[in-house]
C-alpha cells in the first residue's frame, strides 16, 4: 500500500439523473406508448428549434435535491437535426443522458478540465426554460451526455 494521498477529484455538481432523452420518429405515439405501457403523463411539450426537436417532457420522480427524473421524447423538426441523423443510423432509441446541476457553466468547466469536450461554449436554451450543454459522446463512453440547469 502506497502513502500517497489519492488524487483529488472535483465534484462536477452534478446532483440528480434529470432525464433519458429518447429518439423517436412519431412524437404522439410515443407519448401513447408510455401512456398505454406506464402510465406516465406529459407533463410539458415544446419545439426547440435551434436543437431542431419536438419535444414532451414525462415526469417520472421527485429527487432528493428538488428536482425531478423525466423522460423526454425526441422527434426531429428537420432532416439535418442531430436527432433526424441519429434516427437515420440507428432507429429509434436512447439517444442521450442528462444530469442535473444548479450551475451548468460550473459543472461543464470541471468535467471539460477532465479531458472531455464540451459542445457548447455558452449554454443553451433548453426544454422548461432550463440551460443545458452537450458532452461529446466519443469523450464520454460512447454516451452523449447533456448538463441541465432548471429555471428558478
Ligand atoms: N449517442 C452516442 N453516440 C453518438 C450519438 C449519440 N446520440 N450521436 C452521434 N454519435 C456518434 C456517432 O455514432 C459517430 O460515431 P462514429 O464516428 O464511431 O461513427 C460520432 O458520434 C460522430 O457522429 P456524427 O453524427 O457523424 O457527428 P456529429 O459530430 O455531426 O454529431 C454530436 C454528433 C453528438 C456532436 C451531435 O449530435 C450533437 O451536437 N449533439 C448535441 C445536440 C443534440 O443532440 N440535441 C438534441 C437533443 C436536445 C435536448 O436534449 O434538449
Ligand atoms: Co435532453
Redesign the pocket.
Known sequence: MSDAPAPTIPFSGLTRLD?V?I?CRDLDASIEFYRRTYGFEVEHEEV?EE???R?AMLRINGTDDGGATYL?L?EPTRPD???A??LD??GEG???L?FGTSDVAGSAATVGARDVRV??REPRH??LGSR?V?L???DCG???T?LVQSAG
Open positions: 432525464h432523452g429518439a426547440n436543437q431542431g426537436v419535444e423526454q425526441l437535426s442531430p436527432v441523423t441519429f443510423r440507428n436512447v439517444h442521450h442528462a459542445l457548447d433548453g426544454t443545458i452537450f461529446h459522446p466519443k460512447g454516451v452523449l447533456e
